[in-house]
């Protein structure tokens, strides 16, 4: 069995958070791994020509509400965690910037079973464009 050193676990949003901690802190636990909590939020600078304030206060409100989901997540958790708030347009190029510099080996995401899961998902196309291993957990549709 592989043994990992540093995971970074992805979530959207608290309810697959919760979900994906419990397997992060098991795994924690029984392999002394570190555990990185974050989540991408999109860079809509890169989208803004015309400085358009309507969507500098629409990533800045994702942002907030993103580092409020973590921080809660934190305090959930009964292991010790680092938190990344990542913001970005090229989520799979960022995310692998971020697993070389960090030394992470395992990335964890979630994915739910939905209409036109397979299309709108990204969680599968991380398989794709990572270099290390990556863990999808099913999260059930309530």
């Known amino acids: 069995m592989q043994v990992y050193r540093h995971a970074l676990l992805l979530v959207q949003n608290e309810t697959d958070g919760q979900l994906m901690l419990h397997h992060a802190e098991r795994l924690s636990k029984e392999m002394a791994t570190q555990i990185t909590i974050g989540h991408i939020s999109s860079d809509y600078r890169e989208l803004d ?84 291993d990556v863990l999808i957990k099913h999260i059930p549709t309530p």
Request: glycine share 4%; hydrophobic share 40%.
């Open 49 to 132: 020509y015309t400085s358009d304030s309507l969507t500098k206060d629409r990533q800045s409100r994702e942002v907030i509400e993103a580092n409020a989901m973590l921080s809660h997540l934190v305090k959930l958790s009964n292991i010790q965690l680092d938190v990344k708030s990542i913001v970005s347009i090229n989520r799979f190029k960022d995310v692998e910037t971020l697993v070389k510099n960090e030394g992470i080996d395992l990335v964890m995401l979630g994915h739910k079973n939905r209409l036109f899961g397979v299309l709108s998902s990204f969680s599968l196309e991380f398989i794709n464009h990572l270099s290390v």
